[in-house]
T-cell receptor, first 117, second 114 residues
Framework: AQTVTQSQPEMSVQEAETVTLSCTYD???????LFWYKQPPSRQMILVIR??????QNATENRFSVNFQKAAKSFSLKISDSQLGDTAMYFC??????????????FGGGTRLMVKP | ETGVTQTPRHLVMGMTNKKSLKCEQH?????MYWYKQSAKKPLELMFV???????ENNSVPSRFSPECPNSSHLFLHLHTLQPEDSALYLC?????????????FGPGTRLTVT
């Protein structure tokens, strides 16, 4: 079974600053995907960024980038130029590729990020 | 808006009531999921449906009964719930398994069991 750990329950950052959210995971799988999801106070969970385990290059999506260290099983999220709208709960998630079953996500406990003006 | 809608958004029910949660996706996906989000606990996968067939039941008590009449609709029927079942219930959908695509989530139903 996979486990995902987010060791920072809460973090805060000043607007326009950079913040890094940590995530570690444990798996015996070699082929998998990792995700960061954002859940704003309105509650709708949205995808922030995705990383395929077989790719060595770190994924980047505008102000969001990851530091994927496969050997260390670490998958941190860096938010640059933080904006007030980045205030949300952030979840790290692991997906083992399914066959005929659905692709199931295992989530970490989440990090609550507050961006301060 | 992610293309996944859930109704109702809020529900208060007694332990002897029977109610249903509804989820609808407008994305043409083939897989649908129910998750439970409790305070201070990670999201827990409850059920997975793939092409209308249930492919995963994550040891969920029988007082939760899912139904998937077609690939666009997913229901969660609730009966004789316990106060500890109070939580945010999230529905999600994704493309066909094996494509490793992300899941799209609905806004959730906030359930309170009194």
């Amino acid at each position: 079974a996979q486990t995902v750990t987010q060791s920072q329950p809460e973090m805060s950052v000043q607007e326009a600053e950079t913040v890094t959210l940590s995530c570690t995971y444990d798996t015996s799988e070699s082929n998998y995907y990792l995700f960061w999801y954002k859940q704003p106070p309105s509650r709708q969970m949205i995808l922030v960024i995705r990383q395929e385990a077989y790719k060595q290059q770190n994924a980047t999506e505008n102000r969001f980038s990851v530091n994927f260290q496969k050997a260390a099983k670490s998958f941190s999220l860096k938010i640059s130029d933080s904006q007030l709208g980045d205030t949300a709960m952030y979840f790290c998630a692991f997906m083992k590729l399914g066959n005929n079953a659905g692709n199931m996500l295992t989530f970490g406990g989440g990090t609550r990020l507050m961006v301060k003006p | 808006e992610t293309g996944v809608t859930q109704t109702p958004r809020h529900l208060v029910m007694g332990m002897t009531n029977k109610k249903s949660l509804k989820c609808e996706q407008h994305l043409g996906h083939n897989a649908m999921y129910w998750y439970k989000q409790s305070a201070k606990k990670p999201l827990e996968l409850m059920f997975v449906y793939n092409f209308k067939e249930q492919t995963e039941n994550n040891s969920v008590p029988s007082r939760f009964s899912p139904e998937c009449p077609n690939s666009s609709h997913l229901f969660l029927h609730l009966h004789t719930l316990q106060p500890e079942d109070s939580a945010l219930y999230l529905c999600a959908s994704s493309q066909s398994p094996g494509l490793a695509k992300e899941q799209y989530f609905g806004p959730g139903t906030r359930l309170t069991v009194t």
